[in-house]
């Protein structure tokens, strides 16, 4: 009897054993699987294209054409639409992430450069660089409701993660717009320095971060008090800026210029404001984008029409992928399109009827 008792008992503690054993390797297997799921859009500027690649396996999907001279592009919230801008056409244009088809056209001001979405997803802003304003988009509408007025040749902009504010980086100037979104009026500049180009925040809302172009720099601020607390030396032409959704680094596209590219990318720790590394990326690093799992960064490198494929636990680079010519605004969806075998999807963009916006269903 008592020899039972300790063979039971050496039974429960090998089963206890096995069973460690496989939930340690099933977690370290996930810790280590080094696939996302998803789709990353790239909006190619001179080649009037967008290239979707298959976030598991970095390969392209497909192309979509006929898009005149895409400059930015972001996916919205619900990770189910894609807004495009078309910078000579003077359009926002949102596009189905799953199936590619067209769900709305709207006219935006002059020279459009970058859009995003209200965290709730019911609007949409876009910078227009000649017209220095912000148009603002009823998604469910799909009407341009307002113009907001920003500072010289605005840029890049972002929404604070509570939807909140709205921070507009005035490229020709020294400052950053605030726009308020309840009131959607603009309510404050704040003094950065030298062309500001993009803007980034922390996750708890608390800071934002800046692309200071002419200083080579990025700048810190803080958004309770509205002021520029701290700057720290990046690369050659910084462009945009992201910050890991898991609020660990910042990252800065360095672009350069086309005569002298640059070809990195900076690596900023948000708890010591300092470079803690700077990766080679590819020539004329401009856009950025990290997954929602902050596992991996995905860089476009305009002059040489690629996007890098950056390793957020190693630094390094594992993966480049080809795109069209000149690839500018990159985003990230969790859904991966319906699998289809044409290389090239042709989007065909209606008349526009006035000023306005063409109403399709949404």
Request: net charge positive.
């Amino acid at each position: 009897m008592k020899y039972r008792k300790i063979n039971l008992l050496v039974i429960q503690k090998l089963k206890n054993f096995i069973i460690f054993v496989v939930v340690f390797t099933i977690v370290n297997a996930l810790a280590n699987d080094k696939s996302i799921e998803g789709s990353v859009w790239v909006a190619n500027e001179d080649d009037n294209s967008i290239t979707i690649i298959n976030a598991r396996n970095n390969k392209v999907l497909t192309t979509l054409t006929e898009i005149e001279s895409p400059h930015n592009l972001q996916v919205s919230p619900d990770n189910k639409t894609v807004w495009i801008v078309s910078g000579h056409k003077a359009l926002a244009i949102a596009v189905d992430v799953k199936t590619y088809a067209l769900k709305g056209v709207v006219a935006t001001g002059k020279m459009p450069a970058h859009i995003i979405i209200s965290p709730d997803g019911k609007s949409v802003y876009v910078t227009n660089g000649e017209d220095n304003s912000v148009s603002i988009i009823d998604v469910r509408t799909m009407k341009a409701i307002s113009t907001i007025p920003t500072g010289k040749q605005p840029h890049g902009l972002r929404t604070s993660p509570d939807g909140k504010w709205i921070y507009v980086a005035n490229a020709s100037g020294t400052t950053i717009s605030v726009i308020e979104t309840a009131s959607n009026k603009k309510i404050a500049d704040i003094e950065v320095g030298k062309k500001p180009v993009q803007v980034g925040f922390s996750p708890d809302g608390k800071y934002a971060y800046v692309s200071l172009n002419a200083e080579n720099v990025l700048a810190k601020i803080d958004v309770s008090s509205k002021k520029t607390i701290a700057k720290v030396a990046v690369g050659v032409g910084p462009i945009q800026v992201f910050v890991s959704p898991n609020n660990k680094y910042i990252l800065v596209a360095n672009q350069g210029t086309e005569q002298n590219p640059s070809t990195t990318t900076s690596i900023v720790d948000i708890k010591t404001f300092t470079v803690v590394k700077t990766v080679n990326t590819g020539k004329g690093a401009h856009g950025v984008v990290i997954e929602s799992l902050s596992r991996f960064a995905y860089i476009t490198n305009m002059y040489e029409n690629t996007i890098a494929i950056l390793d957020l636990k190693t630094l390094k680079i594992v993966a480049s992928t080809p795109t069209g010519i000149k690839p500018n605004g990159i985003s990230y969806s969790r859904y991966t399109p319906t699998a289809t075998s044409s290389s090239n999807i042709a989007i065909k963009l209606p008349e526009m009827k006035s000023s306005n916006e063409i109403n399709m269903k949404h």
